[in-house]
């Protein structure tokens, strides 16, 4: 496993810090309407913590500003970092989480569509 994946997480698998506001709501989302996993909630929360670290501290922006452009920038640099298995998981945490927040009407569009 990536070290980056192991940042965010405990060595017992919990998730080690609170999370926003935002991903809180989606972790909801996640557990009750969608039923998913504990293995596939503590991956894709792990993947949009890591994205959300960009985000805030490189574009210096939140998660609900991002741009195509953004994500563009944040897969460019994970291409150095992680393997190709790792680029399409975050990518698709990164999809839902923009997918959901438009069927929430926080976003009108996803930043995250191709």
Avoid: C
């Amino acid at each position: 496993m990536p070290t980056a994946l192991l940042q965010d997480v405990d060595p017992d698998g919990s998730i080690d810090a609170p999370l926003s506001p935002l991903l809180e709501r989606f972790r909801q989302h996640l557990e009750v309407s969608q039923g998913v996993s504990p293995h596939t909630l503590r991956a894709y929360l792990s993947d949009l913590r890591h994205f959300e670290r960009y985000v805030v501290g490189t574009l210096n922006t939140s998660l609900l500003a991002v741009v195509h452009a953004g994500i563009r920038g944040y897969l460019g640099t994970l291409s150095v970092e992680a393997s190709a298995r790792t680029r399409a998981r975050r990518l698709a945490s990164i999809r839902a989480f923009y997918r959901w927040l438009v069927r929430q009407k926080l976003l009108p569009a996803s930043p995250a569509k191709s």
